[in-house]
């Protein structure tokens, strides 16, 4: 499944990002402000 979320770099939402992408799903985000030390973990887990 894919996932889109919107506010992506919260640390709420990068967690929930890396949760959804370790069990297999598609992850993409979008968020207004996007900026380290979020940024980077979602870099690092490769999620656009």
């Not at 799903?25 to 979602?42: A, K, Q, R």
């Amino acid at each position: 499944m894919h996932y889109h979320l919107i506010g992506i770099c919260g640390t709420a939402m990068a967690s929930l990002a890396g949760m959804l992408q370790a069990r297999g799903h598609l992850v993409t985000g979008s968020d207004e402000n996007v900026y380290p030390p979020m940024s980077t973990m979602l870099e690092s887990l490769g999620i656009p």
